[in-house]
T-cell receptor, first 110, second 114 residues
Framework: DAKTTQPTSMDCAEGRAANLPCNHS???????VYWYRQIHSQGPQYIIH???NNETNEMASLIITEDRKSSTLILPHATLRDTAVYYC???????????FGSGTRLLVRP | DVKVTQSSRYLVKRTGEKVFLECVQD?????MFWYRQDPGLGLRLIYF???????EKGDIPEGYSVSREKKERFSLILESASTNQTSMYLC?????????????FGPGTRLTVT
């Protein structure tokens, strides 16, 4: 699995966009980028994934650079309930095992 | 919405007891997983199951066993609980083998072994 690097913590104001970066410079061609988050005292929650195209769903958007060495998760209108640890993972879709790094602790301020 | 439920949020057991942790999913998912999560160690896979009565060891299966008699239910068994098994236990499910990345987690069981 490619190593991912994320900032330890970030904050943003409620209602503003939260842009969470992830560096995965050693990603290989068959590795997808996945994002999960974990709200305090809850299980992790799948957010979104992508290979090379940008992706959007009801929760977030994922922007992957053309060289695939980095990506950004965008929460378009952050709410207080988005305060959580966000994990960026890069590994093949055939791998059944999720490996979470340290993640980014996002604090959404009122 | 996918729902994964776990039998208890908090559990306290004594050393040597046999412990059963139950997990149920309601979305007819093929795959189910048991992880434990510890500070500084992240998420570690204990076992997973890709079909009824089928199971595979994860990274840390020692001291644990599992049972999957029905598709919707995956049980984790601690044969003889020890203090180093004090942890947060998380169950997850995913739709099919082509979508392992898309795992849906339960709320977790915080187990304390004294």
């Amino acid at each position: 699995d490619a190593k991912t690097t994320q900032p330890t913590s970030m904050d943003c104001a409620e209602g503003r966009a939260a842009n969470l970066p992830c560096n995965h410079s050693t990603i290989s061609g068959n590795e997808y980028v996945y994002w999960y988050r974990q709200i305090h005292s809850q299980g992790p929650q799948y957010i979104i994934h992508g290979l090379k195209n940008n992706e959007t769903n009801e929760m977030a958007s994922l922007i992957i650079t053309e060289d695939r060495k980095s990506s950004t998760l965008i929460l378009p209108h952050a709410t207080l309930r988005d305060t959580a640890v966000y994990y960026c993972i890069a590994h093949p879709d055939s791998s059944y095992k999720l490996i979470f790094g340290s993640g980014t602790r996002l604090l959404v301020r009122p | 919405d996918v729902k994964v439920t776990q039998s208890s949020r908090y559990l306290v057991k004594r050393t040597g007891e046999k412990v059963f942790l139950e997990c149920v999913q309601d979305m007819d998912h093929e795959n189910m997983f048991w992880y434990r999560q510890d500070p500084g160690l992240g998420l570690r896979l204990i076992y997973f199951s890709y079909d009824v009565k089928m199971k595979e060891k994860g990274d840390i299966p020692e001291g644990y066993s599992v049972s999957r008699e029905k598709k919707e239910r995956f049980s984790l068994i601690l044969e003889s609980a020890s203090t180093n098994q004090t942890s947060m236990y998380l169950c997850a499910s995913s739709p099919d083998p082509s979508r392992f990345y898309e795992q849906y987690f339960g709320p977790g069981t915080r187990l304390t072994v004294t």
